[in-house]
Structures are given as structure tokens and as C-alpha cells.
């Protein structure tokens, strides 16, 4: 992988992780607010339920690919290892911590939280709002993660077919999409077709780079973008098999988009300078929710509720805010012991290594 190309998959990871955290900006996006059904709901449409909703997807692209070049020869047991570490455990434990705020918001404070009215009685439905396990969790956020984790263990399972026959497993996988029901095993079934396509793309020989060259991703992105739009103006988004058919395209479409947009970026001078924060954004991602939620409290204690003008400055700066946490915390964990790295973030940082590495 050339220089250019692991610029521009760090971009990606930030722009992908960033957007998606607009659709978890308190009080959320089922809730009326200023960008929500108001005022500036173009703007609510644009970064949260446009470029958040397909961001899930385009990153489970950027995976898969990544999967296929750098670990698809390891064996399961090692793949399963790495996924435990490095995914697994952090998520087991933000999700922990989020579900002790949420009890604790409604001991001591005694405000509702919302989030826990997703836990289910019992101890099986504690668990599963725990981990994920066979139903959603109460950060439900981190639920992509659970979904990606398994994904990516189909997709080592299924590599002789992929190398043997992609086509065949691409077909194989998109009938998933037309089944009423793919759960408790994927209950998004299109981030692994999209991880799939990733693998494709990887195991085809070609590059990110040279999926993003205008010529094609953008060329093909605005096409496919413009091909939703007409089956939405023409009502056939709205029947069943063909609004699945629609959500593809769409995801696809943006997603060229995207690439577009951050290969032009990579070969800009701005690049090496917010490259670096790609390792921050799994932390970012993992304690975004609770990080927003609290700051949230505090927002209405101080300035007002989400049907506020001033609620536009909390919407469009609180991602940022989290990402500028995530750094400054990533880099402060830097120092910290290899196991308790691993415990809240996946993966071990050398401070001297880091510092040799960015000026070298």
C-alpha cells in the first residue's frame, strides 16, 4: 500500500466516523429539533440521515478491503483472537460504561434515560443490551460494531469461495437483502455485502486509489446518485424489493462520492496534517455516545432545548468536539500500560514510536 493510498483510507476513516456521529447527536434523529423537521432540516438531511446513515456502509467497504489485503491468509483462530482484542473487548466495555451512566442518570439525577428502555427484563435481555449478542444493544451505535465483527468472520469462513467464484458470492449475497429476516446472525445484512465488495475489489488486484479516480467514482457516484433521486421522484422507492434496490444504489452512489472527494484530498498538502487522526477514530466512535449525551444535559441546563437556533452550534460542533476528545485522550493513553491500551481502545501506541514515526 503506497503512501497515497494509506493517506486516503485514513481520511476516510475520519470523514466516515465523524458523519456517522451526527446521526447519534442528542436527542437524536427519531426526536423533532432546529435540524430535525425544522428550520435547518436540509442540513439535519444532509450530514445525519444522508452522509451518517451511508458512512456505515462505506466503511464496511474500506474493511473489508482491508481485510482481504492484510489478513484474509490468517488462520480463524488468529482472526478471532485479533477481533476479541482489538474490536471486541473496547466495545464490551464502552458498552458497559454507557449502561452504568444510563442507570446511574436515573439513581442520582433522577432524569429518564431513554436508552434503557431498550433493555429487555431479565438477564438474558440485560446481556443482550450488553453485547449485542442476539438483539440490539442499549447504545445502539455500537451495534454496527457487532455486526461487523461477525461479517468479517463470514468473510474469512467464505474466502475460497470469494477467490474462487466473487461473482457467485457477490449473487449469493445479495439474496440476503430480498430475505424478511436475517437475524440474530446479521442484522444489517448490507454491511457485509459491502464488506464483500470490498474483498472483491481487493482480491481483483485493484486499489482504492485507483477506485477513487474521478473518471470512474465520480463519474459513476453521480450517476447512481442521480438514478435514486428519479426512483424517489417517480414513487418506485417506495415498494419493498425495489426501495431495498434503492438503498443499494444509493449507498453506492454517495459512497463513489466519497471516495472521489477524499482521493483529491490525499494528494492535497492539507493531508499529512489530519491523516494522523485515523487512529483516533475507533476511541472516538466508542465514546462518542456517552460523551454526547453529557454534554447534552448540560447544554439544556445552560442554553435550551434542540427547537433552539443555538442548538444548530451544539448539533454541528459536538462530533468535532468528540473526535478533539478522542485525540487528545488517544494520545494521553499513548503513555498508559499495553493492556489497559488494548481494554479501551484495541490496539497499543508507543509514545517514542509514534513521535520518531510522524517526524521521520
Same mark, same amino acid.
Given at each position: 500500500?503506497?503512501?497515497?493510498?494509506?493517506?486516503?483510507?485514513?481520511?476516510?476513516?475520519?470523514?466516515?466516523?465523524?458523519?456517522?456521529?451526527?446521526?447519534?447527536?442528542?436527542? *437524536? #434523529?427519531?426526536?423533532?429539533?432546529?435540524?430535525?423537521? !425544522? &428550520?435547518?432540516?436540509? =442540513?439535519? %438531511? /444532509?450530514?445525519? $440521515?444522508? +452522509?451518517?446513515?451511508?458512512?456505515?456502509?462505506?466503511?464496511?467497504?474500506?474493511?473489508?478491503?482491508?481485510?482481504?489485503?492484510?489478513?484474509?491468509?490468517?488462520?480463524?483462530?488468529?482472526?478471532?483472537?485479533?477481533?476479541?482484542?482489538?474490536?471486541?473487548?473496547?466495545?464490551?466495555?464502552?458498552?458497559?460504561?454507557?449502561?452504568?451512566?444510563?442507570?446511574?442518570?436515573?439513581?442520582?439525577?433522577?432524569?429518564?434515560?431513554?436508552?434503557?428502555?431498550?433493555?429487555?427484563?431479565?438477564?438474558? *435481555? #440485560?446481556?443482550?443490551?450488553?453485547?449485542?449478542?442476539? !438483539? &440490539?444493544?442499549?447504545? =445502539?451505535? %455500537? /451495534?454496527?460494531? $457487532?455486526? +461487523?465483527?461477525?461479517?468479517?468472520?463470514?468473510?474469512?469462513?467464505?474466502?475460497?469461495?470469494?477467490?474462487?467464484?466473487?461473482?457467485?458470492?457477490?449473487?449469493?449475497?445479495?439474496?440476503?437483502?430480498?430475505?424478511?429476516?436475517?437475524?440474530?446472525?446479521?442484522?444489517?445484512?448490507?454491511?457485509?455485502?459491502?464488506?464483500?465488495?470490498?474483498?472483491?475489489?481487493?482480491?481483483?488486484?485493484?486499489?482504492?486509489?485507483?477506485?477513487?479516480?474521478?473518471?470512474?467514482?465520480?463519474?459513476?457516484?453521480? #450517476?447512481?446518485?442521480?438514478?435514486?433521486?428519479?426512483?424517489?421522484?417517480?414513487?418506485?422507492?417506495?415498494?419493498?424489493?425495489?426501495?431495498? +434496490?434503492?438503498?443499494?444504489?444509493?449507498?453506492?452512489?454517495?459512497?463513489?462520492?466519497?471516495?472521489?472527494?477524499?482521493?483529491?484530498?490525499?494528494?492535497?498538502?492539507?493531508?499529512?496534517?489530519?491523516?494522523?487522526?485515523?487512529?483516533?477514530?475507533?476511541?472516538?466512535?466508542?465514546?462518542?455516545?456517552?460523551?454526547?449525551?453529557?454534554?447534552?444535559?448540560?447544554?439544556?441546563?445552560?442554553?435550551?432545548?434542540?427547537?433552539?437556533?443555538?442548538?444548530?452550534?451544539?448539533?454541528?460542533?459536538?462530533?468535532?468536539?468528540?473526535?478533539?476528545?478522542?485525540?487528545?485522550?488517544?494520545?494521553?493513553?499513548?503513555?498508559?500500560?499495553?493492556?489497559?491500551?488494548?481494554?479501551?481502545?484495541?490496539?497499543?501506541?508507543?509514545?517514542?514510536?509514534?513521535?520518531?514515526?510522524?517526524?521521520?
Amino acid at each position: 500500500m503506497d503512501r497515497e493510498e494509506s493517506l486516503q483510507i485514513e481520511l476516510i476513516r475520519v470523514l466516515c466516523i465523524l458523519t456517522m456521529m451526527w446521526v447519534h447527536v442528542s436527542p *437524536g #434523529l427519531s426526536v423533532p429539533s432546529y435540524v430535525n423537521d !425544522g &428550520p435547518m432540516d436540509p =442540513l439535519g %438531511l /444532509f450530514l445525519g $440521515r444522508t +452522509l451518517g446513515r451511508i458512512s456505515v456502509t462505506t466503511l464496511s467497504f474500506i474493511s473489508g478491503y482491508l481485510f482481504w489485503r492484510t489478513a484474509i491468509g490468517r488462520p480463524f483462530s488468529e482472526v478471532v483472537r485479533r477481533l476479541f482484542a482489538g474490536i471486541l473487548l473496547p466495545m464490551l466495555v464502552w458498552s458497559a460504561a454507557f449502561l452504568l451512566l444510563a442507570f446511574l442518570k436515573e439513581a442520582l439525577v433522577d432524569q429518564p434515560a431513554s436508552a434503557l428502555d431498550r433493555v429487555q427484563p431479565g438477564f438474558w *435481555g #440485560l446481556f443482550n443490551s450488553w453485547t449485542g449478542l442476539a !438483539g &440490539p444493544q442499549a447504545n =445502539l451505535s %455500537l /451495534f454496527f460494531i $457487532r455486526d +461487523l465483527i461477525i461479517s468479517t468472520l463470514i468473510l474469512r469462513l467464505a474466502a475460497p469461495l470469494i477467490s474462487a467464484a466473487p461473482v457467485a458470492a457477490l449473487l449469493l449475497t445479495l439474496g440476503l437483502l430480498a430475505l424478511p429476516q436475517t437475524a440474530p446472525v446479521l442484522f444489517r445484512p448490507n454491511i457485509f455485502l459491502f464488506m464483500l465488495l470490498g474483498a472483491v475489489v481487493a482480491r481483483a488486484g485493484q486499489t482504492i486509489t485507483q477506485l477513487s479516480r474521478p473518471g470512474l467514482a465520480l463519474s459513476l457516484g453521480l #450517476l447512481l446518485t442521480l438514478l435514486t433521486i428519479a426512483m424517489v421522484k417517480s414513487g418506485l422507492a417506495g415498494q419493498h424489493h425495489i426501495g431495498v +434496490l434503492h438503498d443499494l444504489l444509493r449507498r453506492m452512489g454517495i459512497g463513489l462520492l466519497m471516495l472521489a472527494l477524499t482521493g483529491v484530498l490525499a494528494r492535497s498538502v492539507r493531508a499529512a496534517q489530519f491523516a494522523p487522526l485515523g487512529r483516533h477514530c475507533f476511541l472516538a466512535y466508542l465514546l462518542h455516545v456517552p460523551l454526547i449525551g453529557i454534554c447534552w444535559s448540560a447544554w439544556q441546563s445552560v442554553v435550551g432545548t434542540q427547537n433552539q437556533p443555538a442548538y444548530l452550534i451544539f448539533y454541528l460542533a459536538i462530533p468535532v468536539v468528540c473526535l478533539a476528545v478522542a485525540a487528545l485522550g488517544g494520545r494521553a493513553l499513548d503513555h498508559a500500560p499495553v493492556p489497559l491500551q488494548i481494554t479501551l481502545r484495541g490496539k497499543s501506541f508507543a509514545a517514542a514510536k509514534l513521535r520518531h514515526r510522524q517526524s521521520a
